[in-house]
C-alpha cells in the first residue's frame, strides 16, 4: 500500500505542478516562447525602428551581385537599381535564437526574394534594401512558433513571434 501512495502522489504532485505552472509545461510542450516573452519580443521590435545593416561597399558590390547567383535579367535589373542613391546591397544576418526545429522565413526585398531554412547558427547572406524596408515572411513553423533574431550593428534584434503566412517588415536604417 506504501508503494501505490507513494506513486498516488507522485502522480498528483506532477499533475499539480503542470497546473501550477503552464507556462513551463506550455514551453515543454513546443518550445516556443510564453504569451509573455513573445510580447515582450513583439514590443521591443516595435521601439527598435530601423534597423542599421551592415552595407557591402560600392567597390564590392560587382562581386556580391556576382555572388548571388541570379538569373541574368534580374541581375541586370538589381545593377540599375544600385545605381540610384535609395538602393544598397547589405549582409544580412539570421538565425533561430530559441530552437532550431525547422522554422523557415521568407525576405523580400527590392524584387528579389530569399527562402531561409533557419538553424541555431547565425547565416549571412546579401540582399538588396531601400528605406521601404525587408518584408520577412513565415513559411514553415516547426513548432511554437517562428523566432528569428537578426544582426543589427553588434546588438541582436529579436523579431516578434511568426505565424506560417504572416509577414513583418524590417524597418531599414540607410546613411
Do not use: C
Request: charged share 20%; hydrophobic share 45%; aromatic share 4%.
Amino acid at each position: 500500500m506504501l508503494i501505490g501512495g507513494a506513486l498516488a502522489i507522485g502522480i498528483v504532485g506532477a499533475i499539480g505542478v503542470q497546473f501550477l505552472l503552464p507556462e513551463a509545461s506550455a514551453r515543454q510542450a513546443d518550445s516556443g516562447l510564453t504569451a509573455q516573452e513573445a510580447t515582450a519580443r513583439a514590443e521591443a521590435f516595435a521601439a527598435k525602428g530601423a534597423v542599421a545593416f551592415k552595407l557591402v561597399d560600392r567597390e564590392d558590390q560587382p562581386a556580391a551581385v556576382a555572388a548571388m547567383n541570379l538569373p541574368d535579367t534580374q541581375r541586370e535589373a538589381l545593377d540599375r537599381d544600385l545605381t540610384q542613391q535609395d538602393v544598397r546591397l547589405a549582409y544580412v544576418t539570421l538565425w533561430d535564437d530559441v530552437a532550431e526545429d525547422g522554422d523557415v522565413v521568407s525576405l523580400r526585398s527590392h524584387g528579389f526574394t530569399l527562402q531561409v531554412a533557419l538553424t541555431n547558427a547565425p547565416q549571412q547572406f546579401t540582399l538588396p534594401v531601400s528605406r521601404a524596408g525587408i518584408d520577412m515572411d513565415g513559411i514553415q513553423d516547426g513548432g511554437g512558433g517562428i523566432t528569428v533574431a537578426i544582426q543589427a550593428g553588434n546588438d541582436p534584434v529579436l523579431a516578434p513571434l511568426l505565424r506560417e503566412g504572416q509577414t513583418v517588415r524590417i524597418p531599414v536604417a540607410l546613411p
